[in-house]
């Protein structure tokens, strides 16, 4: 048996022996939340592109407002209205003042505005209460984003506000990394399809449908193999067509040791299996293998073990083939634990928990890997380092949140 190892060190083995995906695709900015970007990317052009108001109130030289003050207000005339949309109707001169909406085009020769609720009007003349500064309440025209600055480097996953900003400068195309191709393959003679009801010592496949979640919600394409016999033969030749048609393929159940698990030996026959075992609960029985060059996971069978095998160990492979080097970590809370969580030392261990009350406390969830209800009422996990013999009651944690 190869030796275990670590969670960050089968990360590393991760990085070491997969290469980023070859080949790329150009498609529209509008349908590309999610992917992952195949080159940089640099402004056009700049942002807002015109000096803009962030206030409602009125374009002033800021000079002409110093010294207001409610008891001695400034007076200036007023010569206009700049309407949304639409270039000002002409230049701003000294003493003067236009009407400006939030989002208004300041003209020429103004560089601050006043806001709306620090003046009067009366008759023709606007009065100051309160002086600006110069560059008050106005955004310039390379403020937002400068032409040629940096937007997204190659490998950044583009989020919703990510093509916000694409948009809102005219850029309608990228060039995005090739989504991997994902197969998943469930073992295990006790196993059924979800649409058949089980018969006695039989349970529905629920591995493929949680793992075929976490490889889309990563970036991947899954396809789904369907269940495969507990043969040396019948799983050689399913894994040998999903290494053929995909980039990266998991094996649910079969890893751990006993007379019916063949993964083992088929993926030592296919390929090299790089690692087998992780000092992790729950996870333990995890191997890794490479086969033609392409990642191979065999999973432990029990639900919540092949889940956060699925958040630990195959999302990052995901976005190793994704070209993804720095992938912005999960979103997390800070909450108080509620309980003990009792722990081995030796191993990094991953509890799931439920969040309750407005300063959150963190429940943890005690049952065994095979319970998916378990999983299904948590609102994250919380990690218990190898060093560590648990946790007390009270302590300050973070919730990693699935």
């Known amino acids: ?16 022996a997969f290469r980023p995906l070859e080949g790329s695709e150009a498609i529209a900015t509008a349908e590309a939340c999610g992917r992952v970007l195949a080159e940089d990317i640099r402004a056009p052009e700049d942002l807002p592109g015109f000096p803009r108001s962030t206030m409602d109130g009125y374009a002033v030289r800021a000079a002409d407002t110093f010294g207001a003050s409610e008891g001695s207000p400034v007076r200036l005339a007023l010569v206009g209205e700049i309407r949304i949309g639409a270039p000002p109707p002409g230049p701003l001169g000294r003493g003067e003042a236009m009407a400006i909406p939030t989002g208004g085009f300041l003209p020429q020769g103004a560089d601050a505005v006043v806001m709306l609720e620090d003046t009067e009007v009366e008759g023709e003349e606007v009065l100051v209460f309160s002086p600006v500064a110069p560059g008050e309440n106005v955004i310039g025209p390379r403020d937002d984003i400068a032409r040629g600055s940096s937007l997204f480097p190659r490998g950044h996953r583009l989020r919703p506000q990510d093509i916000g900003a694409l948009m809102g400068l005219g850029v309608l195309e ?99 299996v790089l690692l087998q075992g992780l000092r992790m609960k729950p996870g333990k029985p995890t191997i890794l293998a490479r086969v033609d060059g392409k990642p191979v996971v065999g999973c432990p069978g029990h639900p919540v073990s092949a889940f956060v095998v699925g958040a630990k160990v195959i999302v990052p492979i995901v976005e190793r083939l994704l070209g993804m080097d720095n992938p912005l970590p999960r979103p997390r809370t800070p909450a108080v634990l509620a309980e003990n969580i009792p722990s081995a030392k030796g191993r990094r261990e991953f509890v799931r928990v439920r969040l309750e009350g407005d300063e959150p406390r963190a429940l943890p969830i005690i049952a065994e890997s095979a319970v998916i209800s378990s999983l299904a009422r948590a609102h994250g996990l919380i990690e218990v380092p190898e060093d560590t013999e648990g946790l007390e009651a009270g302590t300050r944690v973070w919730v990693e949140l699935w």
């Open 174 to 272: 990228v060039r995005a990394v090739r989504r991997p191709r994902a197969a998943v393959l469930a073992t295990g003679e006790e196993i059924v399809p979800p649409d058949v009801r089980p018969g006695p010592g039989k349970v529905r496949d629920i591995n493929s449908y949680t793992v075929k979640c976490l490889l889309e919600d990563a970036g991947a394409i899954p396809k789904l193999y369907g269940i495969i016999p507990d043969s040396h033969e019948g799983l050689r030749a399913a894994v040998e067509r999903a290494v053929a048609e995909c980039d990266l393929v998991v094996i649910s159940g079969g890893s751990s040791v006993g007379a019916r698990d063949v993964t083992l030996t088929v993926l030592e026959g296919l390929g090299e």
């Open 1 to 16: 048996m190869l030796r275990m190892v670590t969670l960050p060190e089968a990360l590393d083995l991760i990085r070491e």
